[in-house]
C-alpha cells in the first residue's frame, strides 16, 4: 500500500494518542459484539464451501490477507473514514482471519466494525462543523471524488481536508441546482446525520453478513450469504421495490442506484431510466419540491419511490459514471402495479425497405425466461411461459408473411432454465441445448425432446453485455447449431449454477435462526464444449457498447471461475452459416461507416475513454459553471444533426429505410402514463436548465432488421442457385 512506511513509523505514537482519548468514550459510541450463533453458522459456512463448491478453495493465510482487504473496502470503499494507522493495526489479524472462521471467532471483524463507526461518527461531526464555515467557491481546488486506489488519510489532518472538500462539493453540487443557502445547509445537515445513523444502528447480524461475504465474495462472485432478516425480506424487498416503478433498486452505502428495470413496466415505458443511475432525490407529483436521499437506506428510498397507483414520482438521477459536478436530470414516471402480460415477451413488425427489395421483419422482445410453474404443475392449460408466448408470436408472424425473425436478448438478465431449453426446441430439430458441469464430476445434459420446429426460416439473436444466464444458453446453442445469426455486443458470461441453502436444515435446534447461503454448485457448458462463464458469447457481427459497459460481465470480477472447456456433444448442425456470416458482416461494416448515430457513438466512447481516469472535479463555481454549459451545448449539437439528417431530402441509399408497422408495446401505455408523459415534455420545454429528454432511435435494432433483411436475400439467392442446378 502507498505510504506504509510512514504509516509503520507513527503507529506507536499515533495509537498511544488514540488510547488516552478514545472516540467511543467522547461519543457514547455503543460497541457490537458477536452473537454466539455465529459462531456456528461461520463454522457451518467454511464446512459447506469446502466440501461443495464448485471451485476448489485453500482457506489459508494467503487469502486471510484477501480477506481483510476486502472488508476494510466494503466499509470503507472510498477511504473516507480509516486512518493510516488503523491500516497498520488491522496488519495483526492479516494471517488470523482464516483460522477464526474456521472455528468461528469473530472478535476481529467485530473490532474493526466498532472502529469504523467511531470514525464514521467523528467524521460526521466534522462535517457539520464545515458547513457552518465560509466556504470560497472562487478559489482554485479539486476534489478527488473516486478514492478507491488511493492511500488512506496518514493521519486525521489530512483526512479532515479530504472531508473538508467532500463537503464544499456537495454544496456546490446544490448551489448549482439553485437551491438557497438555508436550504443546502439543512438538506445536507439531514444527509450527513442519515448516513451517520444507518451504520450507528447496524447490528450483529449486519455485521456478520458483511464480514462472512468479504470471505465468500473471494470464493467465488455469485457465492454469498443473506442473514435471516434479509433472507425472510428479500422477496418483499423486491416486491416492494417492483410494485412502484417497476425498477429493482440497490445500495453502495451512499447512493441508491437502479440495479435492473423490469419489461413492461412503469421505468421501462417511460424509457429514461438506465441501470446504473444513481438516484439524488425523490419528488411526489407532477411538481413541487425534492427530497434529497443520498445517504439514505434502500427501505427508506423504496418507500418514498412506492405510492398510489396512477400517482406520479419524479426521480433526480445521474449516471453511473457521471461524475458529481453532473447537473441531474428528471424523471417523470406513473406508479403502476407490473403486470404479468408486461412482463411477458413483446412483439414488433417491421418493414425494411433495401433497393427494389422490401422485407417484413419480426421482432420479439423476450425481457427474461419466464414460467408459471405452479401452473404448468396443476396442469392449467392457460398458465404462462416463454416458449408458448413466443411460439404464439411465431404462428402470428407466419400469418401477416412475416419473411425473418429476429428475437432481442438485449438486457435479459436470465431466468428458467427449462424455457431455455423448450425455447431452443422451437427453432431446431430435437438434440442437446447445453450441458452442465457439478462439482462432483458428472455431467448432465439438456435436451430439447421434441421434433417439430416452429420457425425454420432466417433468424438473427441480438445480445449485449446484460444478456445473461439462460440468454446466453439460448444464444449460444442457435449459434452452435448454426440456426441463427447473432449480433450486438459480448454477452455477460454468467456461466455458473447456483443453490441456496438454508443453515437451519445443517443445526438440530430450531430455536436459532440462522441465515442462508447461496453457492455455485457447477458450471454450463455449449453442446460444442466451451464454456459461456467469463467469456459470454461473442457475436457474429459486433456493434461497438454504449460507454461505461467495459464495467459489467463476468469478466470485470478478478476472482469470477476462469473459461474452461469439456468434450462436446452429440448433435447435427441446422446449417453453416460462416459464408454470409462474412458478407452479413461486409454488407453491416459498410453502413455502420455511414450511419451518424454509430459515428456519434464513436465519439461518445472516445470522449468516456479520455474522461474516465479523471477522478477529481474543481470546486470553482465559475469552472463548474462552464462544464454544465459545456455538456448543454454538446447535448444540443447532437440534437440539432439528428434533426438535420432527419429533415435530408436524400438519405443515404445504404441506410435502408426502416418503417414501424405494428407494436404490441404501445397497447401497454395507460392513459395515466401517457398524460404524465406528455405534462413531462411540457415541463421539458418551459425548464430550459432540465435536459431535454427527445425520443432516441433505436438505431441498433434498425440495423439489425437491416442485416436480416440482407440475410433473407442471401437465403432466397440460395435457393434460387440451388433451383437453377437442377
Do not use: C
Not at 420446429?453 to 446466453?472: D, F, Q, R, Y
Amino acid at each position: 500500500m502507498k505510504g506504509t512506511k510512514k504509516f509503520i513509523a507513527m503507529g506507536l505514537m499515533i495509537s498511544s494518542v488514540l488510547s488516552s482519548t478514545p472516540v467511543s468514550a467522547k461519543m457514547g459510541v455503543e460497541k457490537i459484539k458477536p452473537d454466539p450463533k455465529h459462531q456456528s453458522e461461520s463454522v457451518m459456512v467454511v464446512r459447506l464451501v469446502d466440501k461443495l463448491h464448485y471451485k476448489e478453495t485453500d482457506l489459508n493465510d494467503d487469502l486471510s490477507s484477501q480477506i481483510l482487504d476486502k472488508y476494510l473496502s466494503v466499509l470503507d470503499p472510498n477511504k473516507m473514514y480509516f486512518l493510516g494507522e488503523d491500516i497498520v493495526s488491522f496488519d495483526r489479524w492479516k494471517t488470523r482471519l482464516d483460522d477464526g472462521l474456521k472455528v468461528g471467532n469473530m472478535e476481529p471483524a467485530y473490532e474493526i466494525f466498532n472502529l469504523f463507526k467511531e470514525r464514521m461518527l467523528k467524521q460526521k461531526e466534522f462535517a457539520l462543523g464545515v458547513l457552518e464555515s465560509d466556504l470560497d467557491f472562487e478559489k482554485e481546488e479539486a476534489y478527488q471524488w473516486d478514492r478507491e486506489k488511493s492511500a488512506y488519510a496518514i493521519d486525521q489532518a489530512e483526512l479532515n481536508e479530504l472531508w473538508r472538500k467532500k463537503v464544499k462539493n456537495d454544496y456546490l453540487s446544490l448551489k448549482l441546482l439553485k437551491k438557497e443557502p438555508e436550504k443546502i445547509k439543512e438538506t445536507l445537515t439531514k444527509r450527513y446525520n442519515v448516513m451517520a445513523k444507518r451504520i450507528n444502528d447496524m447490528d450483529s447480524d449486519d455485521v456478520f453478513q458483511f464480514f462472512v461475504n468479504s470471505f465468500l465474495s473471494l470464493v467465488e462472485p455469485h457465492t454469498g450469504y443473506m442473514e435471516p432478516v434479509t433472507s425472510e425480506n428479500f422477496e418483499i424487498n423486491m416486491k416492494l421495490s417492483l410494485e412502484g416503478i417497476g425498477a429493482v433498486l440497490g445500495n453502495d452505502g451512499e447512493y441508491t442506484s437502479i440495479q435492473t428495470i423490469v419489461k413492461g413496466g412503469p421505468a421501462d415505458v417511460e424509457g429514461t431510466l438506465k441501470s446504473g443511475d444513481k438516484v439524488l432525490a425523490v419528488g411526489q407529483g407532477e411538481e413541487g419540491t425534492f427530497e434529497d436521499v443520498v445517504g439514505w437506506g434502500i427501505t427508506d428510498v423504496v418507500k418514498k419511490i412506492r405510492g398510489e397507483k396512477g400517482s406520479t414520482v419524479r426521480l433526480q438521477v445521474i449516471g453511473e459514471d457521471d461524475s458529481p459536478d453532473t447537473i441531474p436530470h428528471v424523471v417523470h414516471i406513473v406508479r403502476d402495479k407490473v403486470k404479468l402480460e408486461q412482463q411477458a415477451a413483446q412483439h414488433q413488425i417491421m418493414k425494411v425497405k433495401e433497393g427494389k427489395h422490401e422485407r417484413k421483419i419480426g421482432v420479439i422482445d423476450l425481457p427474461t425466461f419466464y414460467l408459471d410453474f405452479a401452473g404448468m404443475q396443476n396442469n392449467d392449460p392457460d398458465y404462462r411461459s416463454t416458449t408458448k408466448d413466443v411460439k404464439k408470436i411465431l404462428n402470428k408472424f407466419k400469418a401477416e408473411g412475416v419473411q425473418g425473425v429476429i428475437v432481442d436478448l438485449r438486457n435479459n438478465g436470465g431466468g428458467s432454465l427449462y424455457e431455455a431449453i423448450q425455447l431452443s426446441g422451437l427453432f431446431v430439430d430435437k438434440g442437446p441445448i447445453v450441458q452442465t458441469k457439478f462439482s462432483n464430476g458428472k455431467i448432465d445434459v439438456k435436451r430439447d425432446v421434441n421434433p417439430t420446429i416452429t420457425w425454420e426460416g432466417p433468424m438473427v439473436v441480438m445480445v449485449n453485455k446484460l444478456s445473461a444466464s439462460a440468454s446466453e444458453i439460448f444464444a449460444a446453442a442457435m449459434q452452435d447449431y448454426g440456426r441463427a445469426v447473432i449480433v450486438g455486443g459480448q454477452t455477460y458470461g454468467k456461466g455458473t449454477v447456483q443453490n441456496v441453502m438454508p443453515l437451519n436444515e445443517y443445526v438440530n435446534n430450531p430455536e436459532v435462526e440462522l441465515g442462508q447461503l447461496k453457492m455455485t454448485m457447477g458450471q454450463f457448458f455449449r453442446i460444442n464444449g466451451g464454456s459461456t462463464q467469463n467469456r459470454g458469447v461473442i457475436p457474429d457481427i459486433e456493434f461497438p457498447a454504449s460507454p461505461g459497459f467495459d464495467n459489467y460481465g463476468e469478466s470485470s470480477y478478478d476472482n469470477a471461475l476462469p473459461w474452461n472447456s469439456i468434450s462436446s456433444s452429440d448433435y447435427i448442425m441446422f446449417d453453416d452459416l460462416s459464408d454470409e456470416i462474412s458478407e452479413l458482416k461486409k454488407r453491416a461494416n459498410e453502413r455502420i461507416a455511414v450511419n451518424f448515430e454509430f459515428d456519434f457513438l464513436k465519439k461518445e466512447i472516445e470522449l468516456y475513454e479520455q474522461d474516465k481516469g479523471d477522478k477529481t472535479v474543481s470546486l470553482s463555481l465559475a469552472e463548474r459553471q462552464r462544464k454544465v454549459e459545456e455538456r448543454k451545448a454538446r447535448k444540443k449539437a447532437r440534437k440539432e444533426k439528428r434533426e438535420a439528417m432527419a429533415a435530408a431530402v436524400e438519405p443515404n441509399p445504404l441506410l435502408g429505410e426502416v418503417t414501424l408497422l405494428f407494436d404490441s408495446t404501445e397497447e401497454l401505455k395507460s392513459d395515466d402514463t401517457l398524460a404524465a408523459e406528455q405534462a413531462a415534455r411540457e415541463e421539458a420545454a418551459t425548464n430550459e436548465d432540465e435536459e431535454d429528454d427527445e425520443e432516441w432511435v433505436d438505431f441498433r435494432l434498425h440495423e439489425t432488421a437491416r442485416i436480416l433483411a440482407d440475410f433473407i436475400t442471401l437465403q432466397m439467392n440460395h435457393l434460387i442457385a440451388k433451383a437453377d442446378k437442377k
